[in-house]
């Protein structure tokens, strides 16, 4: 099992790092002053400047749609295992992914819709939004329904003629309060009564369309992310036309299947981010600050938490590494085990040392004088994001107990 990364790998690795050295960090705070700004105006969904002046600078460096897999229209495209570090770096800061076109959902809905579109909804939609003029957002999850079974899921997408007719409550939906969002990949029940994974499909709905509502943000443990956020959406007789319907009545669960696997490991890519860019803050605390009459970082406690939280990152990066080279030489269906394992472990990693790291920063690290606070939030949420870590590891121990059937 080979973990090298090609040469292409490792230049963008160098470039992506001088870039974030040069332009991400340091704006950082910027950043934040901006959302802040158009929050106390009224709007915390609108987009920021420095992300938009930093795009450009990342196209001009080729740092742009670095997830792309290869394809007719990404002939350059990296393999799972290659854009493995990439993904990382650009987890170290949130909002960070977007700058280079590589962000949630989007990456999921392009991935979506180069492997299930048709030429004419490539054109339409992931032209587009592969030159970063539009966002999108993955329109699955329902507040009445257990929603990490996705044949609970209860929209009605109903054929009347020339057009489907939808009608249904999601929540949890990524960006779907940016202006800058102009599609809505929807999933729904075309056919309630046919076999159980059979009854679902998904369609292409534009998010101007006539019914669609954004009710409310939803906020997690107290933090709205503006400006991508997560919303709750209600769509009431929205009409489209059936030419819009990905791959086929009753295919939508297999198309979710198909998309969660490269979502699920990019999410995990970036907790390992998160994690160092959490123990980096750790260790410099513990150098800087002085209890009863020592640093911390010669206190016992802390010198085996900062042992712990690097053993933790290095055997998470491992696993990552596996399961990204057994996406790219057996498939995302033989590394569905693997897929499982790195979604459960990457994200308890990641918690378990921003929380570490929040406490060795004291009260000041419950406030938004370090970025520890928002990081717990949103890497406690990945616990849920593309299904929960009690889902994953049923089917991690399906798996295991069917090795030994014989």
Known sequence: MEFDFSPKSK????????????????????FTEEVEANRRAGNAWLPTAIVEELKDKAKAAGLWNLFLPHSARAPEGLSNLD????????????????VFNCSAPDTGNMET??????????????????????????????????????????????????????NGSKSWISG????????????GKTDPTAARHLQQSMILVPADAPGITVTRPLRVLGYDHAPSGH????????????????????????????????????????????????????????????????????????????????????????????????????GNKQARGEIAMIKVLAPNVSSRIVDWAIQMYGASGLCDDTPLAEMYALQRAIRFTDGPDEVHRNAIAKLELARYDA
């Open 113 to 166: 819709l180069e492997l299930y579109g048709t030429e004419a909804q490539k054109d339409a939609w992931l032209d587009p939004l592969l030159r970063g003029e539009i966002r999108s957002s993955f329109v699955m999850t329902e507040p009445d329904v257990a929603s990490s079974d996705a044949t609970n899921v209860q929209t009605r997408i109903e054929r009347d003629g020339d057009h489907y007719v939808i």
């Open 231 to 330: 919303m709750a959406v209600e769509l009431v007789n929205v009409r489209v036309p059936v030419g819009n319907l990905l791959l086929g009545e009753g295919r939508g669960f297999e198309i979710a299947q198909g998309r969660l696997g490269p979502g699920r490991i990019h999410h995990c890519m970036r907790c390992i981010g998160v994690a160092e860019r959490a123990l980096e803050l750790m260790v410099r605390r513990a150098k800087n600050r002085v209890a009863f009459g020592r640093p911390l970082s010669e206190q016992g406690v802390w010198r085996e938490r900062i042992a712990e939280a690097r053993i933790m990152i290095e055997q998470a990066r491992l696993l990552v590494f596996k399961t990204a080279y057994m996406m790219d030489t057996v």
């Open 83 to 98: 854009y493995a570090p990439l993904c990382e770096i650009m987890g170290k800061v949130h909002w960070a992914p977007e």
């Open 11 to 30: 230049e963008l690795q160098q470039r992506l790092l001088r870039f974030f050295d040069q332009h991400i960090v340091p704006n950082e705070h910027r």
């Open 176 to 187: 779907a309060g940016d202006p800058r969002t102009k599609i809505y990949i929807v999933m």
